[in-house]
């Protein structure tokens, strides 16, 4: 399995085994997984932020507060896919257990919403610790993975069970994590950024939408297993990670690839699509003669791509989400717009303000159990969420 993409956030805490966080670094690399070390002051004791920055190819982060100046621990909760703490040592576990914010390791463990997968790592009588059983009891209730610890010699002259999983044996557990999000085997598709309407060869009409709303969903649905097809309008965004992008330019030609890649589970269509395009498009750059009038530009229509799935005869997806960007009466407008649209949801937005091309958005989202006001959250958090429902909704047998 490849982990093109995917983000690892690694926790190297101290044991005599930390040097293998190396070679798990190494081996996460070599899958195509971008791995963000947190190194712990016990870790310290054990293997060199040097080496781990060398070997991840990122900066080291060993400091809560430093942490807290330059990129906040709550965006590095926010980053990863999957957090993987290996080694994972007892005073980590309990500290997990308890919910301590004491260093940065912990502090991010407790604000991280990503799945949490750890490696623990002890002296075996540590490891059998009623304390120590108790602590990872608790964490397992909670949905924390566990790989090892492994039986066999340790560094002490001693052996039993408390030995750091090996390398491979962790990569395999982070593989299965990474494998098994909510939306394994489900294809969404989703549109993103404006659409470009030809005038002439050189001209277009468009709008300002940047796609980063679009973006972050298909990389949000991806990071939790779906197969995302993401038709794009022309953008500046990267392509998300592990999703099949298909470029386009006009919203006929954006139809045209949403409805290639149909059947769906889910679509969600966050492009602004033009309404209008030029009626023709002449196949040479219109001139500017001297002394004619300018030319005039007669619209035509342009497909509804969101109600066109929705009323789609054999292959309309089991939830179709649309957005609504309003500038008055936001909600009034979202539900008669999903009535009008026949989607399931609408994600509707307030953009009279700085919303569009910006990094945060304030949404409310109308189904037709009632309305739901989220907060103003950066974009990447409300493509979160948003996956994050769309799992549930498709998980319900319902
Ligand atoms: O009608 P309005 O443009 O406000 O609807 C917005 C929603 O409809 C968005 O989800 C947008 O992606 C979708 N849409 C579409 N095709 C169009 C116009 C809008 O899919 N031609």
Redesign the pocket.
Known sequence: MTLTGRRILLIVSGSVAAYKALDLTRLLRKAGAEVTPILTGGGARFVTKEALAGISGQRVHDDLWAAEAEIGHIRLARWPDLVVAAPASASLLARMAQGLADDLASTVLLATRAPVLVAPAMNPAMWANPATVANAALLRARGTGFVGPAEGAMAEPESGVGRLAEPAAILAAIEAALAAGPLAGRHVVV?SGPTQEAIDPVRYIANRSSGRQGHAIAAALAALGARVTLVSGPVAQPDPPGVTVARVES?RQ??AAVEAALPADAAV???????FRPEAAPAQKIKKEPGAPPPEIRLAL????????AAHPRQRPRLV??????TERVVEHAAA?RLR?G?DW?VANDVSGDVMGGAENAVHLVTAAGVEDWPRLPKEEVARRLAHRIAEALADPA
């Open positions: 549109t919203a954006m139809l269509f966050a492009a602004a699509v033009a309404d342009n497909p509804d791509i969101l109600a066109t799935v989400v649309g957005f609504a960007a309003e717009k649209k989607c609408i």
